[in-house]
C-alpha cells in the first residue's frame, strides 16, 4: 500500500512539473524562423523574406540587409520589424541605436518619420 502512495505522490508530482513547463513555453514567445535566420526576426528562403514568420515584400532582394533595431533596408526602402518605413530612402537608410534610425532627409523612431520640433515667434 505504501509503494502506491509513494508512486501516486511521485506521479502526480511529475504532471504538475510539466504542464508548469508547458505554461512556460507558451508565455515565452520566440520569433518564428523560416529558412535561413538573418538575425532580429529576420529570415529568408529561396522565394521570399520574412519577418517573426510573416512574409515581407522586398523592393529588392539582392540588396536585402539587416541593420539591427528591428530595421532592415535595401537598395529602395527600409523596413521596420517588417513594416515598409513609409518616405525612407534605403539607400542612405542607417540604423543608430535603440529603435532610431536615419536617412539622409529624416529621423525615424520605431519606423516612424519624426517632425521637426519648430517655435512659433
Given at each position: 500500500?505504501?509503494?502506491?502512495?509513494?508512486?501516486?505522490?511521485?506521479?502526480?508530482?511529475?504532471?504538475?512539473?510539466?504542464?508548469?513547463?508547458?505554461?512556460?513555453?507558451?508565455?515565452?514567445?520566440?520569433?518564428k524562423?523560416?529558412g535561413?535566420a538573418?538575425g532580429?526576426?529576420?529570415?529568408?528562403?529561396?522565394?521570399?523574406?520574412?519577418?517573426?514568420?510573416?512574409?515581407?515584400?522586398?523592393?529588392?532582394?539582392?540588396?536585402?540587409?539587416?541593420?539591427?533595431?528591428?530595421?532592415?533596408?535595401?537598395?529602395?526602402?527600409?523596413?521596420?520589424?517588417?513594416k515598409?518605413?513609409?518616405?525612407?530612402?534605403?539607400?542612405?537608410?542607417?540604423w543608430?541605436?535603440g529603435?532610431?534610425?536615419?536617412d539622409?532627409?529624416?529621423?525615424?523612431?520605431?519606423?516612424?518619420?519624426?517632425?521637426?520640433?519648430?517655435?512659433?515667434?
Amino acid at each position: 500500500m505504501k509503494k502506491y502512495l509513494l508512486f501516486f505522490g511521485v506521479t502526480l508530482l511529475m504532471v504538475s512539473c510539466s504542464k508548469e513547463e508547458q505554461k512556460e513555453s507558451k508565455t515565452a514567445k520566440q520569433p518564428k524562423i523560416i529558412g535561413e535566420a538573418l538575425g532580429d526576426g529576420y529570415s529568408c528562403d529561396s522565394l521570399h523574406y520574412y519577418y517573426n514568420g510573416d512574409t515581407i515584400d522586398v523592393a529588392q532582394p539582392s540588396t536585402f540587409k539587416v541593420l539591427g533595431g528591428g530595421y532592415a533596408k535595401d537598395g529602395y526602402s527600409a523596413y521596420y520589424k517588417g513594416k515598409e518605413v513609409q518616405g525612407a530612402q534605403g539607400s542612405s537608410f542607417k540604423w543608430v541605436a535603440g529603435d532610431t534610425a536615419v536617412d539622409v532627409m529624416d529621423t525615424y523612431v520605431k519606423g516612424e518619420q519624426q517632425s521637426l520640433n519648430t517655435k512659433k515667434k
